[in-house]
């Protein structure tokens, strides 16, 4: 029950184009879903974040959409760019309490072609 | 902007020693966390640390692992008798609420 399922595993997007990363948990106590964007070498990178009050949410050329009746939301990157090619994570947690621990999604590897 | 430090960023070392990775967390923050991830896989929950002492830990944090906060400043993960299967990069973060920065990484080799 804290999986949070990622798809797809990779994906290649041309220059311009939209890249849609989907996922899904089943953990309905969850109230926190944040994107990481890690380039290599390197740590995750809080790119956007959500909570299941809204059901989208826009910054720049990323987008979150939620569906709390489906448990599932998603990241759109709107004319994407060579330099968004990164791994993407999506993340699930649960505000308040000792913890606010996060669990990852298995991660997109997205390819954006120029 | 405030950066999460970790050190040394790359770590070699014969199995059955042990090894410390070290983070200076943000100055303010409240809560501290130490994720790994192991090559193309994804970031896994090691341990979270709270008010100075580990409010939760995952099944992967086992007894060889301990975690210290021993100066207010840094925040250590100490790894007692390495193994294979610990080589992984070694996340440390830090934050309040949901919201954490991650430093770039240990990335840790058993040999």
């Known amino acids: 029950q804290q999986q949070v399922k990622q798809s797809p595993q990779s994906l290649i997007v041309q220059k311009g184009g939209i890249s849609i990363i989907n996922c899904a948990y089943e953990?309905?106590?969850?109230?926190?879903f944040p994107w990481y964007q890690q380039f290599p070498g390197k740590g995750p990178a809080l790119l956007i974040a959500?909570?299941?009050?809204?059901s989208e949410k826009k910054e720049g050329r990323f987008t979150i959409s939620f569906n709390k009746s489906a448990k599932q939301f998603s990241l759109h990157i709107m004319d994407s760019q060579p330099g968004d090619s990164a791994t993407y994570f999506c993340?699930?947690?649960?505000?308040?309490?000792?913890?606010?621990?996060?669990?990852f999604g298995t991660g997109t590897l997205l390819a954006v072609q120029p | 902007e405030p950066e999460v430090t970790q050190t040394p960023s790359h770590q070699v070392t014969q199995m059955g020693q042990e090894v410390i990775l070290r983070c200076v967390p943000i100055?303010?923050?409240?809560?501290f966390y130490w994720y790994r991830q192991i090559l193309g896989q994804k970031v896994e929950f090691l341990v979270s640390?709270?008010?100075?002492?580990?409010?939760?830990k995952s099944e992967i944090f086992d007894d060889q692992f301990s975690v210290e906060r021993p100066d207010g400043s840094n925040f250590t993960l100490k790894i007692r008798s390495t193994k294979l299967e610990d080589s992984a990069m070694y996340f440390c973060?830090?934050?309040?609420?949901?919201?954490?920065?991650f430093g770039s990484g240990t990335r840790l080799t058993v040999v």
């Open positions: 953990n309905t106590a969850f109230d926190y």
């Open positions: 973060a830090s934050g309040w609420d949901v919201w954490r920065t």
């Open positions: 640390f709270y008010n100075n002492e580990i409010s939760e």
């Open positions: 959500i909570r299941p009050d809204v």
């Open positions: 100055s303010n923050h409240l809560y």
């Open positions: 993340a699930a947690s649960k505000q308040g309490g000792a913890t606010n621990k996060l669990i």
